[in-house]
C-alpha cells in the first residue's frame, strides 16, 4: 500500500442557513496507524542521530551511523566532481599593480611633456655615444687604408744585418755579410732587388771640394763617406737628382768615381755633373758622377758621399758591409726569413738577423688599438657627462614630482614600483641618446670616408653594442634618484617637506 505524499484539499464549506452534507468523524482506519507508526519511527531515529558522536569522513563532519555504511570514493572522481560541481563564488581579481607596457606608457608621457628638457638631457649621451661609434668606425676604416699601404710598400721591405753580441765591454759583431750578398740573396724566390752598404773610416782625412785649404771659406760638417753596391739605390727606391748611379763595371774596376747625397752636394757646392766636378777625400779626387735625393728608408745617405764597394776596399781597406736591404714580392716575408740565413751563414746561420715585416692583420690590430686607445678615452669623458645629466634631471623631476610620489605610495604603491617607475624613465632618455648618437656617428663615419675616397668599415654588432650602452648608462644614472625616491614616506610626499 502507497502512502500519500500530499495533503488531500479541504472540501468547501457549507454557506449560512444550508444543511450539512460532511460525513461525522468515524473510527481511526488501518492506513491511518501505519502513518502514525512510520512518523514515529522517523523521529525515534533522527533522536537516535542527534545523540551519537560525530566522526569526519571525506574532510566534512558526519554523525556515526552503525547501520549505515558511507562509501569512500576514489581521489580521481572526487576531483572530477569538484571540477564539474558549479562555482558558486567568482575567483577574486587580481591586484591592480602597474605592468612593463604601464610602465613605458607612464614613462613616455613624463618625457614626452618636457620636450626641451629632453633635448637637454640626451646631448651628452648623443655626444659619448657619437664619439664611440665614430672612433670605432674611423679606427677600423683607417686601419684598413694603412694595411692597404703597408702592403704596397712595407711588406715588400726586408732588411739583413749581422748579429751581435754583449760583451764585458760592450756589444760586438759576431757575423759579417759577404761581398756577394746581391748574388747569394738573389737566388732566393720573391727576391727581387737587393743592395748592401758599409761604413767607411777615412782616417780623419777631410772632405772638399777644393784641393787647397781655403782659410776664408765657410767650415761645415764634413759629410760621412759609405761604401755601397750596385744595386742598393733601386733597392731603398732612391732616385737620380742629376748624373747617374755606378754600375758593376766601376765596382769590378774600382774606379775613383763617387755619388753624392742631395744635402751633401749642397754644402759641398756641387749642384752639376755636366762639367765633371771633382771632390776630394783627404789628397784623393775622386769624379762625382751623380747627385741623389728621395731615399726614404735611409734618409741619412742624403748627408753622405757614396763609393762603389771596390773602390772602398782598394783605398781604404774597408773590411765588411753592415746592412742589405731586399726588395720582396708580397708574401714572401716568411721564406726570406727561413733561408736568408742560410744563404750568407751557411755554418753559423744565428749570426745573421733577417727583419721581414710583420703579418698585415697584426698591423692592422695593432693601428686600431694605438687609435682607440687615443679617442675612446674622449668618448668615456662625453658618455659621463651624458650620465651626469641624466642623473641631474631624474633627481630635479624627482623633487617637481613628490606630490605624484606621495599619492601613489598613499594609493598602495609598493617601493619598488616608484623604483621601476623612474629608472624606466631614465633608460627611456639613455635609449633615445643611444639611438640617435650611433645614427649620427654612423653618418659621420660614412661622410668622411666619401670625403677621403676610403671604404667605410664599420662592424654592426659595434652599433647596436653603442645604442644598447646608452640604456646601460641610462640605468646607472637612474639608479641613486629612483631609490632616493623610493624612500621618500608618503605622508613627506604629500606635504612637500620630503628632501
Do not use: C, K
Not at 413 to 434: H, K, N, P, Y
Amino acid at each position: 500500500m502507497s502512502l500519500p505524499t500530499a495533503a488531500h484539499p479541504s472540501p468547501p464549506a457549507d454557506p449560512p442557513g444550508a444543511r450539512s452534507t460532511a460525513t461525522p468523524p468515524g473510527p481511526a482506519g488501518p492506513e491511518d496507524g501505519a502513518l502514525a507508526a512510520l512518523s514515529a519511527a522517523a523521529a525515534e531515529q533522527a533522536a537516535r542521530d542527534a545523540a551519537a558522536p560525530r566522526r569526519r569522513r571525506f574532510g566534512r563532519l558526519v554523525p556515526h551511523l552503525p547501520d549505515r555504511v558511507v562509501p569512500r570514493l576514489p581521489a580521481r572522481l572526487q576531483r572530477r566532481d569538484e571540477a564539474r560541481a558549479p562555482r558558486l563564488v567568482a575567483p577574486p581579481p587580481p591586484r591592480d599593480r602597474f605592468g612593463p607596457a604601464d610602465l613605458l606608457a607612464e614613462a613616455a608621457h613624463e618625457i614626452g611633456a618636457r620636450p626641451g628638457r629632453l633635448l637637454l638631457t640626451i646631448v651628452g649621451t648623443v655626444l659619448g655615444i657619437g664619439s664611440l661609434v665614430v672612433t670605432t668606425g674611423l679606427a677600423q676604416t683607417a686601419a684598413g687604408q694603412i694595411s692597404r699601404q703597408f702592403d704596397a710598400v712595407a711588406a715588400t721591405r726586408v732588411v739583413v744585418e749581422p748579429a751581435t753580441a754583449r760583451t764585458a765591454s760592450g756589444s760586438r759583431t759576431v757575423g759579417r755579410i759577404p761581398w756577394d750578398v746581391e748574388d747569394r740573396l738573389g737566388r732566393i724566390a720573391g727576391v727581387e732587388l737587393v743592395g748592401a752598404l758599409g761604413p767607411v773610416d777615412t782616417g780623419g782625412l777631410e772632405v772638399t771640394a777644393r784641393p787647397v785649404n781655403d782659410p776664408s771659406a765657410q767650415a761645415f760638417a764634413a759629410p760621412s763617406v759609405v761604401a755601397a753596391t750596385p744595386g742598393l739605390l733601386a733597392a731603398i727606391d732612391g732616385q737620380v737628382v742629376t748624373g747617374r748611379w755606378f754600375d758593376a763595371g766601376h765596382d769590378a774596376r774600382a774606379d775613383r768615381v763617387v755619388v753624392l747625397g742631395a744635402r751633401a752636394a749642397q754644402r759641398l757646392g756641387v749642384l752639376r755633373v755636366d762639367r765633371q766636378p771633382a771632390i776630394f777625400i783627404g789628397e784623393r779626387p775622386y769624379a762625382v758622377i751623380g747627385v741623389v735625393d728621395g731615399v726614404q728608408r735611409r734618409s741619412d745617405l742624403l748627408d753622405a758621399v757614396l763609393l762603389p764597394v771596390g773602390t772602398a776596399r782598394a783605398d781604404f781597406r774597408v773590411g765588411g758591409l753592415d746592412q742589405a736591404h731586399v726588395r720582396i714580392a708580397v708574401g714572401a716575408g716568411p721564406v726570406i726569413a727561413e733561408q736568408a740565413p742560410y744563404a750568407l751563414e751557411p755554418n753559423t746561420p744565428e749570426a745573421v738577423n733577417v727583419q721581414v715585416p710583420p703579418p698585415a692583420p697584426s698591423l692592422r690590430e695593432n693601428v686600431q688599438a694605438d687609435v682607440n686607445a687615443i679617442f675612446l678615452a674622449l668618448g668615456a669623458v662625453a658618455l659621463l657627462v651624458g650620465a651626469l645629466g641624466i642623473a641631474n634631471v631624474t633627481l630635479l623631476s624627482v623633487r617637481e614630482r613628490l606630490g605624484e610620489i606621495g599619492l601613489r605610495r598613499a594609493l598602495g604603491a609598493r617601493t619598488r614600483d616608484i623604483v621601476a617607475q623612474f629608472l624606466t624613465e631614465s633608460a627611456v632618455i639613455g635609449l633615445l641618446g643611444g639611438l640617435v648618437g650611433a645614427s649620427l656617428g654612423v653618418m659621420v663615419v660614412v661622410g668622411v670616408s666619401v670625403a677621403r675616397e676610403w671604404t667605410p668599415i664599420l662592424h654592426t654588432g659595434a652599433v647596436v653594442g653603442a645604442a644598447a650602452l646608452g640604456v646601460v648608462i641610462g640605468l646607472l644614472a637612474g639608479a641613486y634618484p629612483a631609490f632616493r625616491a623610493a624612500r621618500i614616506e608618503p605622508i613627506a610626499a604629500l606635504r612637500g617637506t620630503a628632501t
